[in-house]
């Protein structure tokens, strides 16, 4: 057993006024440092959309077939060319078959190096869209400086509603230019996307940890989650839910508004302990100037071990079963305080970390290094 080192960090969520949040930790040793649930079963090729209750049974879930979904690729790029020409040779690389994982590249900016890296594919993709002349973008005064994520929500909001309503997919792969992707990336989602058809407490599935830094994870590399944090950075989106919040799509920062409240509704995400994406040096040179990319974001590890999908029971990620033994397995572990943590020792399996508060949970993270970033 190494000493000094965090195999894994659990955060649960909920309102950051409760006192009772807890951070659930599994450690090898610490440095602190500064209803009748009726499914119709798919059949072939298909996915049914006969549904007859929001939560699927853990006993169901385990029935449903493995079975081949069409899943686009969908890969936002604006004006990094070389970013685009990696991230599309890493699609084809480990895409297997080319009707069920076509890929479509939506294109903003009107760079014509990135415009002509994205044509140099040729039919090995299935479309390029170009966004047409929308008009000067609304940007408030004093707000200037935020040109850029005001682009990027109206790159996105009309090019998943073009995708989804006009070319009329059922749900699709959402990347972007400067992400690497594991091995079994698109085996992940293949496997996941039942979960997301019939349990209606589930919105989105994400192939982003972030918290997913090494050593401070569990490296079973089949180990998922569910999480109330929205992740993004390579994810699924069903037509469903994209018209369900198409109409209050933000004029910015359409990430941060995904993971308010109002758009969650008490949903969940499955996000994976080793992540799947991993942002590239690309990334860098993006419009948050490579914001957190050095201290935080280069860190983040993306599996790299082969996966059987196929053979796996994702049962234990229904809502009922999960949250039953989340509870358990955190009623076994001791609470104590950040001050507790140098006279842990390698015995420790898993603690309790609470906070009543944003100042609380700020503080926990800093001294875990983990993202601090609080959102409710």
């Not at 479509?104 to 014509?112: E, F, H, K, R, V």
């Not at 572990?333 to 100042?359: G, H, W």
Request: proline residues 5%; charged residues 25%.
């Amino acid at each position: 057993m190494r000493s000094k080192i965090i195999t894994k960090i659990i955060i649960t969520t909920g309102v950051f006024f409760l006192i009772n949040v807890i951070l659930l930790l599994s450690i090898k040793g610490f440095r602190t440092s500064t209803n009748k649930n009726e499914v119709e079963l798919p059949i072939n090729r298909g996915i049914s959309r006969k549904v007859q209750s929001n939560i699927i049974s853990p006993a169901l879930m385990s029935l449903l077939p493995k079975i081949d979904v069409l899943l686009p690729i969908v890969v936002f790029a604006c004006n990094r060319p070389r970013a685009l020409q990696l991230h599309i040779e890493a699609l084809l690389k480990i895409r297997k078959n080319t009707e069920l994982n076509p890929i479509i590249i939506s294109l903003d900016c009107q760079d014509s190096a990135t415009i002509q890296v994205a044509k140099n594919f040729s039919d090995k993709i299935k479309t390029i869209i170009e966004l047409p002349d929308l008009g000067p973008l609304d940007v408030p005064a004093g707000q200037q400086q935020l040109f850029g994520y005001y682009r990027i929500a109206r790159h996105y909001g009309y090019s998943l509603n073009h995708i989804l309503n006009v070319l009329n997919y059922e749900a699709i792969i959402i990347t972007e230019d400067d992400l690497e992707v594991s091995p079994d990336f698109l085996e992940y989602f293949q496997a996941l996307y039942p979960l997301l058809k019939y349990d209606k407490t589930v919105w989105c599935i994400s192939a982003w940890n972030d918290n997913g830094i090494d050593k401070k994870i569990d490296r079973q590399a089949n180990l998922l989650h569910r999480s109330d944090f929205f992740p993004g950075l390579g994810w699924l989106l069903t037509k469903t839910v994209w018209n369900e919040i198409k109409d209050k799509w933000p004029k910015a920062f359409w990430d941060d508004w995904m993971r308010k409240p109002e758009q969650r509704r008490d949903r969940a995400c499955i996000r994976p302990e080793v992540s799947r994406t991993g942002i590239s040096p690309e990334g860098k040179k993006g419009v948050s100037g490579g914001q957190f990319y050095d201290h935080y974001l280069r860190k983040i590890i993306k599996n790299i071990d082969p996966i059987d999908w196929k053979t796996i029971d994702l049962s234990y990620l229904v809502k009922d079963r999960y949250d039953r033994e989340f509870q358990a397995r955190i009623d076994t572990c001791p609470v104590i305080t950040l001050s507790d943590l140098n006279e842990m020792n390698n015995d420790t399996k898993c603690a309790q970390l609470r906070y009543s508060n944003k100042k609380e949970f700020v503080a926990i993270a800093n001294t875990l290094e983990i993202m601090n970033d609080f959102k409710v």
